[in-house]
């Protein structure tokens, strides 16, 4: 069989059958460590192998959780969590493993090819971060460490989203709804059974957050759900002194100085300073266009007599700048990107430029909505992609790719082929009404692909640097960034902006508007990531001790570099789930250092004076998207542009400079 079947039957039992398999990966390690003249081939690759063989069993536990969340999924992680979080403790501090890795090394040095030497370094790397070196006493502490550590994390994500799940805002009087597009409306709309009046219920789901943010004529309402959102979780406060503590104590056992700097040492940014200098220069370069930005929507604010313009104001006015300057209205568009029309014409544009077919298979899934498709190069079937685009209630806001298997070929000459979940919370199709999405979402779902594709395409041999497998952190954006901006390039948008009812196409001049929008308040947003980037890079450089000192650091930020300042009340850090819910901590940088890299490479498509370029993009697609972790990205960079990125091409990209 060529894929694994997705089949959770057996979901309550995955504690027992996760023990199990962990007992025999022990097993099958210690059967590798007996080994008395160990090499590459004998101990290297079957030592990958229970690694994958491992992921492939955990990787949709915690998929289920995040898609079909439910009192039993929560369970089941809360089971499983300990075992795996134990189990790779142990084996990433055990010395046998570690001088073995080190001894082929050495030993085999000159006769292993690159990529296995990369494969080595990582390994050696990793387990010298994980304490391999340390005391019986200090590894033991370590093992608690890590344990709590994601014990915390996954309990920060819960708080979080019981607290989205549990607001609700409801409008009776349709004066205070009434600028909201339809579609959205209609998602709003319920008839109370007490009284049975239509009444209008929001929540903090991202869709309809969004919804009334932006469009919410009632300036009160606007207020009571963004403090809804920027107060949620307040138990998070707790959650976030406690890991900081941990995670301060842990990286100090390893010898490290403070959390930045442990890091860094498995990132393609060299050291503290590049990393502040490189985020303090987009800020001084973007202050002052962001500045006029803040002015025009201050401007449009003040005819509503608004004179102290607050940020629960920012959407709702930026809405209306942005209209009148480029008439952009979402909703206008929503018709023309009906989601199966957007992914058949996307799938299309990937074959014109990387010549890779997607085909639809039915095969078993989590939910009715998802779709499958195989994906071949030269009617060769290379990899499967697994597509969950509509939001559902028992469903984690936001968007993901997660990587389930990876390409490699095993000890027995056995090809594996890669397999990926994409993730999104597109409007939900009904029976009579189609998923129409927004232009935002046509751009996202580029992004999750282009992180998907940067899987799905590996031709690396060995499992971990294959696909994003050994990829350093922050150059991982790269790819998806890339393909995001061609969300924006009329000839792509042509392929697949058909209106669903009449099949027209969308007409140049709204497709200009919308390119022409991209840049709309790109000061401003490009301010807003550095804030969050230097929030979470310099908590992570010393130890903060409590919830003051953590908002008198965000509020200094805030000071040098924000617009305009948020409500005291805003406790955006209980939210921040990139770095306490997920592994972004002192790396939240990495998308804007990522993003130089991905819009210098779409520059020399520009400056190639064609999109569809195909040489460009078959280079792009063996240097960058074959190669997975099996080199770094500043070399496979260089190879792929004959030259080192530039961060102006983001500026000029982004409007900010000329």
């Excluded at 006493?137 to 979080?160: D, I």
């Excluded at 006015?317 to 568009?333: C, M, P, R, T």
């Excluded at 064609?610 to 080199?631: C, D, P, R, T, V």
């Amino acid at each position: 069989m060529m894929f694994k079947e997705f089949n959770l039957e057996n979901l309550e039992n995955s504690k027992s059958l996760l023990e199990e398999k962990i007992n025999q990966s022990k097993d099958k390690v210690e059967e590798l460590l007996k080994i008395e003249e160990k090499s590459y081939e004998n101990f290297v690759m079957p030592y990958q192998e229970v690694g994958e063989n491992l992921s492939d069993f955990i990787t949709p536990i915690f998929h289920i959780d995040s898609v079909k969340n439910s009192n039993i999924t929560q369970k089941v992680l809360e089971e499983c969590i300990p075992l795996i979080s134990i189990y790779e403790t142990e084996m990433s501090q055990n010395d046998n493993i570690y001088r073995s890795l080190k001894d082929i090394q050495d030993k085999d040095y000159t006769s292993l090819n690159s990529i296995q030497k990369k494969v080595l370094e990582n390994e050696i790397k990793d387990f010298e971060l994980s304490g391999c070196h340390l005391n019986e006493e200090k590894k033991n502490r370590l093992k608690q460490l890590n344990l709590k550590l994601s014990e915390l994390s996954q309990k920060f994500s819960q708080n979080l989203l019981n607290a989205t799940n549990n607001f609700e805002m409801i409008c009776e009087n349709f004066e205070d709804v009434k600028e909201l597009p339809k579609s959205d409306l209609e998602l709003a709309k319920f008839t109370d059974e007490n009284d049975n009046k239509t009444k209008y219920k929001f929540t903090l789901q991202m869709p309809s957050y969004l919804a009334y943010i932006t469009y919410g004529t009632n300036r009160e309402k606007r207020e009571e759900i963004y403090k809804a959102y920027c107060t949620r979780a307040p138990e998070n406060e707790e959650v976030i002194n406690e890991i900081l503590k941990l995670k301060d104590e842990k990286v100090k056992l390893l010898g490290f100085e403070n959390y930045a700097q442990y890091s860094l040492s498995r990132k393609m940014a060299n050291s503290e300073e590049e990393v502040v200098s490189f985020l303090k220069e987009l800020a001084i370069k973007g202050k002052q266009s962001a500045k006029e930005e803040l002015e025009e929507i201050k401007i449009y604010a003040s005819e509503d007599n608004i004179e102290d313009i607050k940020s629960f104001d920012m959407a709702y006015y930026s809405e209306k700048v942005k209209k009148a300057k480029y008439d952009l209205d979402q909703e206008y568009y929503r018709p023309y990107f009906e989601q199966n029309s957007v992914l058949n014409g996307f799938f299309s544009f990937l074959n014109d430029i990387f010549e890779i077919k997607f085909e639809e298979v039915q095969t078993k899934t989590w939910d009715d909505k998802v779709k499958v498709f195989n994906i071949s190069e030269n009617d060769k079937i290379i990899a499967r992609i697994y597509l969950d685009l509509e939001a559902r209630e028992d469903k984690r806001g936001g968007a993901w790719m997660n990587n389930w298997h990876t390409h490699y070929v095993d000890s027995n000459k056995k090809e594996h082929l890669p397999t990926a979940y994409v993730v999104c919370n597109f409007p939900q199709s009904k029976d009579n009404t189609p998923s129409l999405l927004r232009h935002d979402d046509v751009v996202t779902l580029f992004h999750e692909m282009g992180h998907a594709l940067h899987h799905l395409l590996s031709k690396v041999n060995e499992p971990y640097v294959s696909g994003i497998s050994g990829v350093a952190w922050d150059t991982v954006e790269f790819p998806s960034q890339f393909l995001e901006y061609f969300a924006y390039a009329k000839d792509v948008l042509k392929i697949f902006a058909k209106h669903y009812e009449t099949k027209e196409v969308l007409d140049d001049e709204a497709i200009q508007r919308l390119i022409d929008a991209r840049n709309f308040q790109s000061s401003l947003s490009m301010l807003r990531q550095v804030e969050f980037a230097l929030f979470d890079f310099n908590l992570h450089q010393k130890l903060y001790n409590n919830a003051e000192e953590i908002q008198a650091l965000l509020d200094s930020i805030r000071a040098e570099y924000s617009p305009l300042i948020p409500p005291s009340y805003n406790k955006f850090q209980h939210g921040f789930g990139h770095i306490f819910g997920g592994g972004y901590a002192a790396g939240y940088y990495s998308y804007k250092w990522a993003e130089v890299l991905s819009a210098d490479a779409f520059y020399m498509f520009i400056d190639s004076g064609n999109l569809f370029n195909k040489e460009l993009a078959m280079k792009y697609k063996e240097h960058i998207l074959q190669k997975g972790g099996s080199e770094n990205m500043d070399k496979l960079f260089y190879k792929f542009a004959q030259r080192e990125p530039s961060v102006d091409s983001l500026l000029k990209i982004d409007g900010i400079i000329s």
